[in-house]
């Protein structure tokens, strides 16, 4: 197959761990015989420096003509104590997101065997764990109409969302499920916000298409609870962005690191290959990083936008044995166990991936 990859490494981190990943994607291009072109475009504040834009139209026709995006992370702290700023790097992650249309992120948080006492959450609450969380992203308070007035002293953001917005990530959530353990739980806060209320009614409008699936409603709150006290009750979750957001760093806590999750961000146009992570500014360079968040957002890119199940499968092994063999960065690596760069981990993935397939 011929696969066009759109490479928007970003800021901070980001060109470290993209690095990683495509190493694993030359791997698997070499071990199934498949003809990978990257082309790389600037995201974020690397894209504001050069053209005043995070997501510069130069970027997003990158992204129109390629079949998949892999993407890094975006922030620079030169923006983020700064109120004034007129343009910021997250601003790019967020046009690309709405440019291409891509309404739902689907965010996989599971379990590694090896991996269950690194969780900050006792083994027996975290063993076993394996949703699905399907993120709304294109729509809320991200979007919604968001300004001051008084003079600059009140501010305000609008949580906003339409019928057709909510039913076709519902739908989806729904499908997911229904190909998963069948159950999904619809997150919100329909006792006290309007927009959740009609979130609640949409779902309960849409759960009789797909019969077989038990739809449970959770208020927000009470889900962010429950999903470090008893997190297989999830199997599919679905929400608006803003409590998606927040409830996914949380569950990043399940899997043992934020560096460990993946995403696929989906909808109209070209899909987006996003670890959850932010840009680590502080890690900058410093070879320390976690790549395995992006090299196994890289898997689903395979599974999800190319169906090639096989090749991802192979990268989530390689993944595996890599934590199994204690192939770990600093933030996971045991208390006096030898620690790994970034580089080492792509490296190790990479060959596993050509020796072991
Ligand atoms: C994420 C990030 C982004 C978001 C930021 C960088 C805009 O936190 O992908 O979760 O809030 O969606
Ligand atoms: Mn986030």
């Known amino acids: 197959m011929n696969i066009r990859i759109a490479l928007l490494p970003g800021d901070g981190i980001g060109p470290e761990v993209v690095s990683q990943a495509t190493k694993a994607i030359d791997a698997i291009a070499r071990k199934f015989s498949h003809e990978v072109s990257y082309s790389p475009a600037l995201v974020g504040a690397c894209a504001i420096d050069k053209y005043g834009d995070p997501f510069p139209e130069e970027t997003f026709q990158v992204c129109l003509k390629s079949d998949a995006v892999l993407f890094g992370a975006v922030g620079d702290p030169r923006y983020d104590n700064d109120p004034t700023a007129k343009v910021r790097p997250e601003g790019g992650l967020l046009s690309m997101r709405k440019k291409l249309g891509l309404f739902a992120n689907l965010r996989p948080v599971e379990t590694f065997s090896a991996l269950v006492d690194r969780s900050p959450l006792k083994r027996e609450i975290v063993q076993g764990a394996d949703l699905l969380c399907v993120r709304e992203l294109t729509g809320g308070m991200y979007f919604g109409e968001k300004g001051r007035r008084d003079g600059g002293d009140t501010a305000y953001d609008t949580c906003i969302y339409s019928r057709y917005e909510i039913e076709r990530i519902v739908r989806l959530a729904l499908r997911y499920a229904s190909q998963r353990r ?61 409590f998606g957001d927040i409830l996914t760093d949380e569950a990043s806590c399940i899997s043992g690191s934020m560096g460990l ?72 690596a045991p208390k006096g166990s030898k620690v790994h760069s970034t580089s080492e981990v792509g490296d190790w993935v990479a060959s596993y991936i050509l020796e072991n397939n």
């Open 182 to 242: 069948k159950h999904l739980t619809v997150v919100d806060k329909a006792n006290v916000l309007e927009s959740s209320r009609l979130w609640r009614q949409v779902a309960k409008e849409l759960e009789g298409e797909y019969p077989d699936v038990t739809v449970d409603y959770m208020f927000v709150d009470n889900a962010a609870m429950q999903l470090i006290r008893c997190p297989s009750f999830f199997d599919v979750l679905v929400t608006e962005n803003t």
């Open 261 to 332: 999750l993946a995403s696929a961000s989906i909808g109209e146009h070209t899909g987006v290959y996003e670890p959850i992570h932010g840009s680590y500014p502080q890690a900058a360079g410093k070879n320390i990083a976690n790549p395995l968040a992006t090299i196994l957002s890289a898997a689903m890119m395979f599974e999800y936008a190319f169906s090639l199940k096989e090749e991802g499968t192979a990268i989530r092994k390689a993944v595996e044995a890599s934590i199994t063999e204690g192939i770990l960065t600093e933030d996971l």
